[in-house]
């Protein structure tokens, strides 16, 4: 055992580039020299490797619309476009002067693409010939989700917005009912929505499948009663965890009208919290059920938090694969007390030749809002103003 953990887990890596249309246009690189990936539930997620800078491989790279493809022990790990098309690093002390030099390139995953499209009020019409106010559909998280990825970017979209061979995979025949309503924001903020109205336990993917990128939702499954990270098993590195009481536990929405005509209704349960009620100005909601959806919202991005950060390592019989991002692990948060269970938020890959790969999981969602809280008051700004019927655009990050 390493000083930070387990000793890294044998694996074997193979990089292929491809065009667009995921026909490779490299060949197999296996003289790399680096490996970094960084796998995140329902967020983009990112790569980098570095191999000698071969002028087959520089031009592969910088083919306008190329993609970077990683396997790992055959299977496809992640696959997207490159952002960054290649530093070259070469010194005749290092390389000789016949010698290559290193070529590091950058690249996203597939849903990159998706989280680059924005939301059409109507996305059968142009953005210049929009006829309606918002995109607004009731049904199960899945099915809205599917429907804003296919008529925004995949086969139901019109032609220039459609993703070179993005798909929608096979249903996962998911439950439950939302109501959701946007207008111009990106897709992959609309589908985190959905999923904090869902409750949060729906994730969604791209995924390479032979030549298609299928478009996926999922329900991550509940391993807590053999995935488990504690200093006993020596795969817990360390823990962050921050409980937060919710901002409201129930809400007064207000709709069209005024004074004592304005539609009101009341959503939210304490359970076992304090009755905190907050207001919620919706006057844009179109009808009544737009007018709850507003309020579920609202209670929804207040609600109780349980922030738990924690870095872990990969042992037998506990290892990626036993598990999949955004499934629900056990972690024992504090020495002695019973295990608090909590999702796989990210997955971090790090190979070399000569050090073999070492994989960290990252658990727990909260963080991402404790480390991000312009993009948080951004969203904010966001709603209220849609509430009101007015609409801005404000830069945004995906």
């Known amino acids: ?27 197999q690189v296996d003289d790399w020299t680096s490996i970094s990936v960084t796998l ?9 490797f570095t191999a000698p800078a071969s002028p087959e491989l520089v031009a592969a790279v910088r083919t306008p619309r190329a993609r970077a493809v990683i396997e790992r022990n055959g299977r496809i790990l992640i696959a997207g476009p490159i952002e960054y098309g290649g530093w070259l690093d070469w010194t005749a002390e290092r390389h000789g002067f016949d010698g290559y030099g290193d070529l590091t390139v950058r ?13 059409y009020p109507n996305p059968a019409a142009a953005a210049s010939d929009q006829d309606v106010a918002r995109w607004e559909q009731t049904g199960t998280p899945e099915v809205l989700m599917r429907a804003l990825v296919n008529a925004n970017a995949g086969p139901g979209a019109l032609t220039p917005r459609r993703i070179p061979r993005l798909v929608l995979g096979p249903s996962a025949g998911l439950t439950g009912s939302v109501t959701w309503s946007t207008r111009f924001q990106p897709v992959t903020d609309d589908l985190r929505g959905i999923v904090a109205l869902a409750g949060g336990r729906v994730g969604f ?17 509940d391993r807590t009663d053999r995935i488990w990270f504690s200093r006993s098993a020596g795969n817990l590195l360390g823990v962050k965890h921050e409980p937060e009481a919710p901002k409201a536990t129930v809400g007064i929405g207000g709709g069209k009208g005024a004074d004592a005509s304005r539609i009101i ?31 579920d919202e609202d209670l929804a991005g207040g609600a109780e938090v349980q922030r738990l950060a924690v870095v872990a390592a990969d042992i037998p019989g506990q290892q990626y694969g036993d598990y999949e991002l955004g499934d629900l692990v056990a972690v024992e948060a504090y020495a002695g007390l019973p295990d608090v269970p909590d999702i796989v938020s990210a997955v971090q890959f790090d190979a070399t030749p000569t050090d073999g790969e070492t994989v960290s999981p990252v658990i727990g969602v909260g963080s991402a809002q404790m480390l991000n809280p312009a993009a948080a008051l951004q969203r904010d700004i966001l709603r209220a103003l849609s509430r009101r019927g007015a609409f801005v655009e404000i830069p945004t990050t995906t």
């Open 1 to 27: 055992m390493g000083k930070w953990g387990p000793a890294p887990m044998p694996a074997e890596y193979t990089i292929w580039i491809t065009n667009d249309q995921l026909t490779p246009i490299s060949d």
């Open 40 to 48: 995140r539930f329902n967020e983009v997620g990112t790569g980098e």
């Open 205 to 221: 993917r791209t995924q390479q499948v032979g030549t298609n990128i299928e478009f996926g939702v999922y329900a991550p499954t």
């Open 107 to 119: 690249f996203a995953e597939d849903l990159a693409l998706i989280a680059g499209r924005l939301s």
């Open 265 to 295: 209704v009341e959503r939210g349960d304490p359970g076992d919290w304090w009755r905190l009620e907050t207001f919620v100005d919706a006057a844009g909601a179109e009808n009544l059920t737009a007018l709850e959806a507003a309020v």
